[in-house]
């Protein structure tokens, strides 16, 4: 099959194939856990978030977001990357979760932090226990 790589050959060794490299920008990767909720309400709040980034609404720019059953803990967790943490705050969006969630029933069950963050964002990222071995110096 021919390839159409940024350089190189266009077509696969036949004994040793190819090797491809992916890069994408930094991201953030968090969640909120919710009790008291069948999934209604982190559906409810996942498509708040959606709708407010698809409208434009610059405190939401680069948030990829998704509801996911916490089956073992009888919970849901609403999990979201910040792929513009330059822009959009990891605090800020977990307040917004909070806040939808706790007007309609829903009680906080705890936060998480996946993978690392930069220096940079630890500031505004308080609502997350973040370990030292998560910070890393250097990211773009």
């Not at 021919?2 to 920008?25: C, M, N, Y």
């Not at 849901?76 to 792929?83: S, Y």
């Not at 822009?87 to 993978?115: M, P, S």
Request: charge should be neutral; include cysteine; hydrophobic fraction near 40%.
């Amino acid at each position: 099959r021919k390839l159409a790589p940024d350089f190189g050959p266009e077509f696969a060794h036949s004994q040793w194939g190819v090797t491809t490299i992916g890069v994408r920008d930094f991201l953030i990767s968090a969640a909120v856990n919710l009790k008291n909720d069948d999934g209604t309400q982190a559906r409810r709040i996942v498509r708040l978030i959606r709708y407010a980034r698809m409208e434009g609404d610059e405190r939401f720019m680069g948030v990829r977001v998704m509801a996911l059953p916490l089956p073992t803990l009888n919970q849901m967790q609403i999990k979201f990357d910040l792929t513009m943490p330059d822009q959009t705050k990891v605090d800020q969006v977990i307040d917004l979760i909070i806040r939808e969630a706790t007007c309609n029933g829903a009680t906080l069950g705890g936060t998480e932090l996946f993978g690392p963050i930069r220096p940079v964002d630890v500031p505004y990222s308080t609502r997350v226990k973040i370990d030292e071995n998560q910070i890393v110096e250097g990211a773009a």
